[in-house]
């Protein structure tokens, strides 16, 4: 049997300005050595769109988070963390299926991850997830790439999601994320270049742009993205370029940051790109917020910042 009441109910007062869409998963994280080794762990959470929620509230917005959780005590466990983050949480609640796991071995050069998020959840999500009406009044609706690999029923979803989003008048925020263990190469490319394409607001790395469609430049990326409002290429420790229409691209060079840890890192520069979005500020400052958000996560373990 599955539940389908939200977890909190919102007035008209108190409306996101952000609704981000996605799964958020259970993560277990070493502490004492390598994974393989380790007798002490951390338990957090960590997805994509709760990460991007959670950077657009710390920098004073308003946001929500939407998804399909276990009914589990990780389930709980994320519901309240999250809340406790200011992040309004819309989700419902599955007896079927269970919260996602996932299990990370951090390194400054990268980590390993590794998922147990089959079957799950949020997987479930499916067309009308979250209907216009309930978007009405929301500014801008964010998800990932991620989001459609998860399931035929998640795709469906996401596309639906474009279109009830515009119908509420909001903008569409995607992020391409490509997580290749989660489909075929095939699939990815076709897909994430439809959504991103169709997207006012969209975010890459010209790595994973060069991996999953073959474009090795931002300004290759704009070409074989034509349709996209606003084109935002991240390109590690160099820089940021936006594309938004026809006008002149604006690059934003990237801080010097010593690293401690990158996941998390692209989620951040998305929110605070965002958040400096609903703000109205000039593009080379939303890169310039960007930039500054994502160098704050760079510096810490985590995929976000710890609260207090």
Same mark, same amino acid.
């Given at each position: 049997?599955?539940?389908?009441? +939200?977890?909190? #109910?919102?007035?008209?007062? %108190?409306? +996101?300005?952000?609704?981000?869409?996605?799964?958020?998963?259970?993560?277990? %994280?070493?502490?004492?050595?390598?994974?393989?080794?380790?007798?002490? @762990?951390?338990?957090?959470?960590?997805?994509?769109?709760?990460?991007?929620?959670?950077?657009?509230?710390?920098?004073?917005?308003?946001?929500? $988070?939407?998804?399909?959780? !276990?009914?589990?005590?990780?389930?709980?466990?994320?519901?309240?963390?999250?809340?406790?983050?200011?992040?309004?949480?819309?989700?419902?609640?599955?007896?079927?299926?269970?919260?996602?796991?996932?299990?990370?071995?951090?390194?400054?050069?990268?980590?390993?991850?590794?998922?147990?998020?089959?079957?799950? @959840?949020?997987?479930?999500?499916?067309?009308?997830? /979250?209907?216009?009406?309930?978007?009405?009044?929301?500014?801008?609706?964010?998800?990932?790439?991620?989001?459609?690999?998860?399931?035929?029923?998640?795709?469906?979803?996401?596309?639906?999601?474009?279109?009830?989003?515009?119908?509420?008048? @909001?903008?569409?925020?995607?992020?391409?994320?490509?997580?290749?263990?989660? $489909?075929?190469?095939?699939?990815?490319? @076709?897909?994430?270049?439809? /959504?991103?394409?169709?997207?006012?607001?969209?975010?890459?790395?010209?790595?994973?742009?060069?991996?999953? $469609?073959? #474009?090795?430049?931002?300004?290759?990326?704009?070409?074989?993205?034509?349709?996209?409002?606003?084109?935002?290429?991240?390109?590690?420790?160099?820089?940021?370029?936006?594309?938004? !229409?026809?006008?002149?691209?604006?690059?934003?060079?990237?801080?010097?940051?010593?690293?401690?840890?990158?996941?998390?890192?692209?989620?951040?520069?998305?929110?605070?790109?965002?958040?400096?979005?609903?703000?109205?500020?000039?593009?080379?400052?939303?890169?310039?917020?960007?930039?500054?958000?994502?160098?704050?996560?760079?510096?810490?373990?985590?995929?976000?910042?710890?609260?207090?």
């Amino acid at each position: 049997m599955t539940s389908a009441t +939200p977890e909190t #109910t919102i007035s008209d007062a %108190t409306v +996101p300005e952000i609704v981000c869409i996605g799964e958020t998963m259970a993560l277990l %994280t070493p502490a004492d050595a390598a994974l393989a080794d380790a007798h002490k @762990a951390t338990l957090g959470l960590a997805g994509a769109e709760s990460n991007v929620a959670a950077g657009v509230v710390a920098a004073g917005h308003r946001a929500a $988070w939407s998804s399909r959780l !276990g009914d589990d005590p990780l389930g709980t466990r994320i519901a309240s963390e999250l809340s406790r983050r200011g992040i309004q949480v819309w989700v419902e609640r599955d007896e079927d299926a269970p919260t996602g796991v996932m299990f990370k071995d951090p390194g400054a050069e990268g980590s390993s991850v590794y998922y147990y998020r089959r079957g799950s @959840a949020a997987s479930r999500m499916s067309s009308g997830h /979250l209907p216009a009406d309930r978007l009405t009044g929301v500014r801008i609706v964010h998800t990932t790439g991620i989001t459609p690999a998860l399931s035929p029923s998640c795709r469906a979803m996401v596309d639906q999601l474009f279109n009830d989003a515009r119908t509420a008048g @909001a903008l569409v925020s995607f992020d391409v994320n490509d997580r290749r263990a989660l $489909w075929s190469i095939e699939d990815a490319a @076709a897909t994430l270049a439809r /959504l991103a394409n169709a997207a006012d607001i969209a975010f890459v790395g010209r790595d994973e742009a060069e991996r999953v $469609w073959g #474009t090795a430049t931002a300004s290759e990326i704009r070409a074989f993205l034509p349709g996209c409002a606003l084109l935002v290429v991240k390109d590690g420790d160099v820089g940021a370029t936006a594309f938004e !229409g026809d006008a002149e691209p604006v690059f934003v060079a990237a801080p010097a940051v010593d690293v401690v840890e990158p996941v998390g890192a692209g989620d951040a520069f998305a929110a605070g790109f965002l958040a400096a979005t609903l703000e109205g500020l000039p593009l080379a400052d939303r890169l310039q917020a960007g930039h500054d958000a994502a160098a704050r996560v760079l510096r810490i373990a985590a995929d976000m910042p710890p609260l207090g």
